[in-house]
């Protein structure tokens, strides 16, 4: 997630930088509900 929001901080201000880190968590959520690397076998 640090690198999600230091790369952000290259594109949107500053105010928008969680917002960002929000949304791209929410969406992982969304599209990869069991992780980003599957579930536990």
Do not use: E, T
Not at 13 to 26: D, H, K, R, W, Y
Request: aromatic share 10%; proline share 5%.
């Amino acid at each position: 997630m640090g690198i999600i929001q230091s790369l952000s901080a290259l594109v949107f201000p500053i105010q928008l930088q969680n917002l960002v880190l929000f949304i791209v968590f929410i969406a992982v959520l969304a599209f990869r509900p069991k992780g980003l690397l599957g579930a536990a076998r």
